[in-house]
């Protein structure tokens, strides 16, 4: 993780956040975290501990339990990312289903491993939990979307689809 620097909240984030906050009970302000690290996440892509330490401050939370949100769900980057960050489910479904193959096939095709970005920064790969779409296993996620019934082939055409886009 970076050093600490200080980061401020912008009035757009302020706004997005309060529109959660109200969703809430007054005393439970800190229900607001996931949303509150998402819209902060959005600007960069990913997480410093400066952000963290901003949500906390506005949340009026501990920063320990900022960082326990932030560290446990795997949608938080807490680096900087490539412009798309694959991820790529290797729990028990997939697993079964021959995710291993299209692990392979996609650290072959990007030639990185997991936790690694491409050299032109376009492709991050991530191991990731149970995305919870066990019944269309093997299974990967990216750029917001679902893909299941994993295929080399399909893989190749999710790739070739994301490098158009840029
Ligand atoms: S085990 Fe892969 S989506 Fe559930």
Redesign the pocket.
């Known amino acids: 993780m970076e050093q600490l620097i200080t980061f401020e909240l912008t009035p757009k984030m302020r706004l997005d956040i309060d529109a959660w906050v109200n969703k809430f009970p007054p005393e439970k302000k800190s229900s607001a975290v996931i949303a509150a690290l998402t819209i902060v996440q959005n600007q960069e892509n990913w997480l410093s501990l400066a952000m963290m330490n901003a949500v906390a401050d506005y949340l009026h939370m501990p920063q320990s339990a900022v960082y326990e949100v932030a560290t446990f769900y795997s949608m938080y980057n807490l680096e900087p990312t490539g412009q798309y960050r694959i991820d790529v489910?290797?729990?028990?479904?997939?697993?079964l289903c021959g995710?291993d193959t299209i692990v392979a096939h996609l650290k072959e095709r990007l030639n990185i491993g997991f936790g690694e970005t491409t050299k032109d920064g376009r492709f991050t790969l991530k191991e990731v939990?149970?995305?919870?779409?066990?019944g269309?296993?093997?299974?990967l996620q990216v750029d917001g979307q679902y893909h299941e019934h994993l295929t080399p082939e399909k893989v190749d055409a999710i790739l070739a689809r994301l490098e158009a886009k840029a």
Do not use: D, H
């Open positions: 489910c290797t729990n028990v479904s997939c697993m995710c939990e149970c995305l919870a779409a066990c269309g296993a093997p299974a």
